[in-house]
């Protein structure tokens, strides 16, 4: 099974990638599912309803947010009648959605996304390494993929998450920071793992804002309203490959055989 996983998308930059490039990058590589996460796909903050269904339309699975999931109030009403468009399962219970999604990738495998936030230096949400183990508790036998989008801002929370899974789920994928690293790999009981997947977005500004604005607010402090940048736009994803043939993990679920760091630019 071959996944693709792409890092935050942003503004209407990082939109215009997705259409250009995705098609053919599954075609190409032959990949079976495509998850995203967009909770900055709108001017860099939020999602509306009609970015995440343009965002359905390229070929995008499933969709997980973050700390900015709730930016645009009209995803309210939206969210709870669309499953595929995950909010952090550990933002409180009363938030509309959800934080989980079950489905059935092309190849027929079944397939399950979880979406958590981190706690450090962010909203203090109920805790995610325990909410993981309520949720992955929860999943049907017949989920043999399952993929954690771990939106955290410090490296140390998340890498301390991708070894209280390993061996439970397929890959652990950090989003939120916008800046890709490059300590993707396997580990020793099957998880693929990455502290941070990046931004798909325009990389000429600073983590997809426009960035005269930015330096100015770093040297005098004041309130300052952020715009999405334009220039230098990359698609940055990482494509996890499963040994469909091998052992399962100790949770029956598909090893990861690969991790691979993917980055495409415009034309």
């Given at each position: 099974m071959r996944v693709l996983?792409?890092?935050?998308i942003v503004g209407s930059p990082g939109r215009q990638i997705v259409r250009d490039r995705l098609a053919d990058l599954v075609e190409h590589q032959h990949i079976d599912l495509v998850i995203a996460n967009g909770e900055?796909?709108?001017s860099g903050f939020g999602i509306t309803p009609r970015i995440a269904e343009d965002l359905f339309n390229t070929g995008i699975e499933v969709l997980t947010g973050g700390n900015h999931s709730w930016d645009r109030k009209e995803i309210y009403e939206y969210?709870?009648?669309e499953p595929r468009l995950l909010r952090p399962a550990n933002f409180a219970e009363s938030n509309p959605g959800s934080g989980v999604y079950v489905g059935t990738a092309k190849n027929g495998v079944k397939y399950a996304v979880l979406n958590l936030q981190g706690r450090v230096f962010l909203a203090p949400n109920e805790d995610p390494f325990k909410k993981a183990d309520s949720e992955l508790a929860k999943l049907p036998p017949d989920v043999v993929f399952v993929l954690v989008d771990i939106h955290a801002e410090t490296t140390s929370e998340k890498i301390a998450f991708g070894w209280y899974l390993d061996g439970r789920v397929t890959a652990v994928v950090g989003t939120h920071t916008h800046v890709?690293?490059?300590d993707e790999r396997v580990l020793p009981e099957g998880t693929a793992y990455i502290t941070d997947v990046g931004m798909t977005g325009p990389h000429e500004g600073?983590?997809?804002m426009e960035r005269t604005t930015i330096i100015k607010k770093f040297i005098d402090?004041?309130?300052?309203r952020f715009e999405v940048a334009t220039g230098d736009v990359q698609m940055n994803a990482?494509?996890?490959?499963?040994?469909d043939a091998g052992p399962r993990n100790?949770?029956?679920r598909l090893r990861a055989h690969s991790i691979a760091r993917l980055r495409l630019r415009s034309d």
């Open positions: 996983f792409i890092g935050d900055n796909s709108a969210i709870p009648h890709t690293t490059a600073i983590i997809g402090g004041l309130p300052a990482v494509l996890i490959e499963t040994d100790r949770a029956g």
